[in-house]
């Protein structure tokens, strides 16, 4: 559909300010892992570049193009923010900011947090002055997450919390958490509540987590007697699941953006050249689901800003995506053929291709597994029985 | 955006209501094929697709259609799909029509088109497979026109049209783009043989047999040596076309069966209950939303003449086509014994969508396009 002349003039004035305000090196996909930038109290970018384009887009509020102007955010329209989004990926701009704060945090803010818990959190999120980290699946609470012990015991003037989570994803660069605890043993359900507390704080410790890629940007975190402040509860007390389906269904359409891995570009055109027959058939066919998985990301979107969609789609997208992308890296490898297999020679960077590969099998594993997926659409999308 | 505007919206309801009371599989499908009807399909319904305006869909609106895109002719294949509705709309309400648009031959068929009382074919492939690109019946000029032969097969209502545009070679070599134009044949052409086919969904499709077919010069659609252009114009909305009507397909497929698992019993439970074919369920599912997607997007962007519009079309034909499949097969296979029956409906679903993948091009085709496009 064409733009209205509002949109059009939006257009031309995002397209002026990005020209104006992405440096090149900023237009530049990124190298590695350590090119990302995640903001936090400790922040250390890697370029002034990387700095400048974070605060002027920041300045804007443009890290949460949609979230309201009062709390930092930039106060777009569906459509204006989708055009911001095309604009800057007209441009090859990079993501200012990778944040758990804007992917998932953020939205159970805006709908769950108190005024003053929104006024204090979440312009923090959008200048990326503050890394959050997500404690969910416990030892024992894996796929069953709502079996979760970690306890957190009312002492009146604040709550004490012991217990350990474990998968926190770089929690030991992280500055604050967002964690599931255990306030009732009466339901299993109805007895977790959602609590935000201070890394810093007294008794909180994490230890990495050696992953079969060689890479560790998961930990356990332990919490010993930790104190918090009363008010630091999101939603009621005992209702914190409502809050923790609400999040896992924003990670689920963070994680489903994986399938999206090279855009709307085409993996045969980027692993180079294909003498295979077979291979090239295989290619050829995951081209096919990447492009007409691109079209349904963007039909998901537009129907979830209209509010048309259904509240477990976010499943079949994280479902489908995670799939999808695990296969590209599949592809990856077996394009690469032998090149691909060296571990940490320079020519591989490191093993890059092999320690991505090997990352992504955790994408269907993390934020809900495939099958946990499959269980809720059967269950709340088909409506089979017993499911 | 992506989201259907308000009018498409209606449209949509119009064609799901009207073709869940006067398409069904017991009135249309099975019908004609108990009755062994010549044409596979009844000319009460293409007059009843006449009166609603959606003969004339994609007609203009100042030759008296509707003037519509691909994205309202895809909504209404959706429903034909799903309620595997035989009629000549595919190929002639949305091919044909965009072949012929903007043509003198246009002037000629679509006041009978519009009026529910014409059907027109496309003939394009010459083999077992979809290769348009490889067209090789001739036509010479003779005297004031041309003289055509060769031999055509997949001619879907072939016998039945009473216009055949048949795609030939003025010039050029095998492969080439340049030198192929696209004639209006009359189906009492002289040298004209048709063979008429039942095909494996009970739909008829003709092989055609062109010995020296005289056609005169005003038969050419288009230009001489150019008709590439007016040939890729009806396969695209074809190709789009048939995608949105296999999404149509799998969908109907996939709620048949998931209405068994919700009434089957075995083992002292329902069948649904059982986590393995709850994930296979909802894995169908997942693939079909994005097949749905896929076809929209294609629809939408050949509306707006964009230039991705054709690798959209090539990807959303591919992806349907194996969502259908995946959907057929569960289905039959989820529905056990009964789903072998020729009593129950779910069959009909597997043999259209073998009929419907292969048309204007299988999956493997689209997806070897796709490389093509993207250059390996």
Redo the contacts between chains.
Sequence with gaps: MADTAELTDFRTQTRDWLEANCPPEMREPVKSEDDVCWGGRHVQFQSDAQKQWLEAMAARGWTTPDWPKEYGGGGLTPAEAKILKEEMRRIGARNPLNSFGISMLGPALLKYGTEAQKQRFLPEIVRGEIRWCQGYSEPGAGSDLAGLQTKAEDMGDHWLVNGQKVWTSYADKADWIFCLVRTSTESKHGGISFLLFDMESEGVSTKPILLISGYSPFCETFMDNVKVPKDQVVGEVNKGWDVAKYLLGHEREMISGMGLGGGASLLGKSVGEIDDPVLRAEVAAFDVDALAFAAMSERFIDQLKAGEAHPAMPSMMKYSGTELNKKRHELIMAAGGADTLEWDSDRTRKGKPAREWLRTKANSIEGGTSEVQLGIIAKHILRLPGA | ???LTDDQHQLHDMAKSFLAEEGTIKQQLRHWRDTECKDGFGHGLWKQFAELGLTGITIPEDKGGLGLGATEAALVLEEVGRNLTPSPFLTTAVAAVRALEGSAQGDRWFPGILSGDTVAALAVDEGKHHRPGAIATKATRSGNGFTLSGSKQFVVHGASADVILVAARTGGGQGEREGVTLFAVERDAAGLEIENVSLTDHSKAARLTLTDVAVDADSVVGEVDSGWAPLSRALNAGRAGSAAELVGVASGAADMT?DY??QRKQFG??I??F?T???R???L???I???R??A??AAELLDAGSDRAE??V???K??AG?SAALAVQEGVQMHGGIGMTDEHDIGFYMKRQAVLDRLFGD??F???E??RI???
């Design positions: 955006m992506t989201l998931t698992l919700k439970k329902l649904g209950e986590q074919l709850q994930h369920a909802a894995h599912f997942s693939e939303e994005i097949a997607a896929a929209y997007k690798l959209l090539h990807v959303a591919a992806k194996r999956w493997r689209h997806a070897g796709v490389a993207a250059g390996y």
